[in-house]
């Protein structure tokens, strides 16, 4: 058994390995499109609309990059994944990256062979229940059905809150959070646990979301962000920075409305680096002087994407909390640009 785990995480770093050798920067200027991997449909995150297009807070992160790289926003396949098949499509080049609600862990980024360009969410693992069932802590869910998904770090974080609090539960496996939804209305599952940004995402989209409460408990740390295969460094900086320059944006002042007037030039040089009308940054990148105004103007600063997408003004209404700006008492924070 332990042989066949080992020869099965060296093939998977082989895949890996193979797919990054090709260098994901110049196939993507090639193809004249960026194929980024995104959830198979999670509101606010990453789903078509009415028009079959792909929006969401995910799924901006994966436009802005398109942006930087090809100059257009609209140049992206999205290829729905779920969390067993994920990082079979990173690790084997069907992608060329991961926006997809994928928490940041040791194993993943170690074992797997793949490398986080940062964190777009901070969040944590939470628990939805009917409000008619009368539980007001996680800790009263002795003998509860779960609905989890499989392949994922809330199976484990699961599996460790219920042992640490000596109550045990039944696991109800699904694969996709349409499925949890569909099994956990029919009442398939006393209990629905995921990342709490997912469990306010999945109320907001029933008749009557007023019928369930999410439980005050959060069991763990799931640092959400997009990742790329290891040993693509000029790739993973693309990723990376792009992330950086919309978190940066928001610190700045930079927005989609004063965008235009800001790349003219101002009396901030670190704006200046960033816009491009100072220094060599996008060359050092492989990207033309205005990648950052290019990812900026298709999708706004980071504040701009959370709002639009996810905030208190839309029917996810997640607040800003440990995703504010440092400078707000939250945890965005990207590294200076010069």
């Given at each position: 058994m332990k042989k066949s785990v080992i020869l099965g995480a060296m093939a998977f770093a082989g895949l890996a390995a193979g797919a990054a050798s090709a260098g994901t920067l110049d196939d993507v200027k090639a193809r004249g499109k960026l194929n980024c991997?995104?959830?198979?449909?999670?509101?606010?995150?990453?789903?078509?609309?009415?028009?079959?297009?792909w929006e969401g807070f995910d799924v901006a992160v994966c436009r802005a990059v398109a942006a930087a790289v090809l100059g257009d926003s609209t140049a992206v396949e999205f290829v729905p994944t779920t969390g067993k098949t994920r990082f079979t499509a990173l690790a084997s080049g069907e992608i060329d990256m991961l926006a997809r609600n994928t928490t940041w862990t040791f194993s993943r980024d170690v074992d797997l062979k793949f490398e986080f360009a940062g964190v777009n969410y901070y969040d944590g693992q939470g628990f939805m229940?009917?409000?008619?069932?009368?539980?007001?802590?996680?800790?009263?869910?002795?003998?509860?059905t779960v609905c989890i998904q499989?392949?994922?770090?809330?199976?484990?974080?699961?599996?460790?809150?219920?042992?640490?609090?000596?109550?045990s539960y039944e696991p109800v496996p699904i694969e996709t959070n349409a499925e949890a939804q569909q099994q956990y209305l029919a009442g398939a599952c006393d209990v629905y646990t995921t990342d709490a940004s997912g469990l306010a995402a999945t109320r907001a989209t029933f008749d009557d979301p007023g019928a369930h409460v999410l439980l005050p408990e959060i069991i763990s740390k799931e640092p959400l962000g997009p990742l790329v295969r290891?040993?693509?460094?000029?790739?993973?900086?693309?990723?990376?920075?792009?992330?950086?320059?919309?978190?940066?944006?928001?610190?700045?002042?930079?927005?989609?409305?004063?965008?235009?007037?800001m790349s003219a030039g101002t009396e901030n040089p670190e704006i200046n680096r960033l816009l491009g009308?100072?220094?060599?940054l996008g060359e050092m990148l492989g990207l033309d002087a205005a990648w950052a105004q290019n990812a900026i103007a298709s999708q706004g600063n980071y504040g701009e994407i959370f709002a639009k997408n996810i905030g208190e003004d839309t029917p996810v209404g997640l607040a800003r909390g440990l995703n504010a700006q440092w400078t707000e008492g939250g945890l965005l924070y990207a590294p200076p640009f010069r």
């Open positions: 991997g995104v959830t198979v449909g999670l509101v606010g995150f990453a789903a078509p609309n009415a028009n079959g297009e229940v009917p409000k008619e069932l009368g539980v007001s802590s996680a800790k009263e869910l002795d003998g509860a499989t392949g994922t770090t809330t199976e484990l974080n699961l599996a460790d809150f219920f042992r640490s609090n000596n109550i290891h040993g693509d460094n000029e790739w993973g900086d693309v990723v990376r920075w792009t992330l950086n320059a919309l978190v940066a944006a928001e610190e700045l002042g930079i927005t989609s409305a004063n965008l235009s007037e009308s100072e220094g060599t």
